[in-house]
Every structure is written in C-alpha cells, then in structure tokens.
C-alpha cells in the first residue's frame, strides 16, 4: 500500500518545510497532513489549500491578527480558535515570520503536557 502524500500546493509545502528546517530542534511531522508538535499539541500545520496556522497565545493572537490583517483557520466545518492563519505573502518572508514560528513552540511549551 503507498503511503499518503500531501495533495496541497508543492510551493507552499517547501516554504512550511524550510520555515521548520529553519529553527533548530522543530521536526515536522505527517506526511499528508504536515504538523509540529510539542507535548502532544499541534503547533503549527499546513493544509490541503496550503495555508499554514500556528497556535499562539491569545494575546500573541490578537497581535497576530492586526497586525497581518489574517483570521482564525477554519478546518472541516470548525473554528480553530488557538490558531491563527499566516498569510501567504508572510510565508514568503520567512525572516519575519520565524520570530512567530518560535513564539508558538514556546508557547505551547507552557502547557501541560497531553
């Protein structure tokens, strides 16, 4: 049996895959459905449309949110409220985006673990 792939856009893959490679200690995981995780909490993922959402705090959400003009991902049917959307153009720039990648692990790195 073939193993499952990602069926998003291959562009935005490598973007999400070099943004990960890019803090040391952050491995992603799933292979059709990419993710990081850290204590049993998803941090971060990209999906089928290739839109990646990260988890922050609710007032690094807030800050998020105004200051990229982005929303909360809405997945099957349902809001995901610990998340926030990255903007395609902000996936992009990677040098201002990875502060924000890392404020995510960290974050979750608060919580108790699952």
Not at 52 to 78: C, H, M, N
Request: hydrophobic fraction near 35%; avoid cysteine; charged fraction near 30%.
């Amino acid at each position: 049996m073939a193993k499952a792939k990602y069926q998003g856009p291959a562009d935005r893959l490598t973007l999400y895959d070099e943004l990960v490679a890019s803090v040391e200690g952050i491995d992603r995981k799933g292979a059709a459905n990419p993710y990081t995780s850290r204590n049993g909490y998803m941090t971060s993922f990209i999906d089928k449309a290739g839109e990646v959402s990260l988890r922050l705090s609710r007032a690094d959400q807030a800050e998020f949110i105004e200051s990229y003009d982005t929303r909360i991902p809405v997945q099957y049917g349902k809001n995901m409220p610990d998340f926030v959307v990255v903007p395609n153009d902000l996936l992009e720039r990677q040098d201002e985006l990875r502060p924000w990648f890392v404020r995510s692990w960290e974050f979750v790195g608060t919580l108790d673990p699952k």
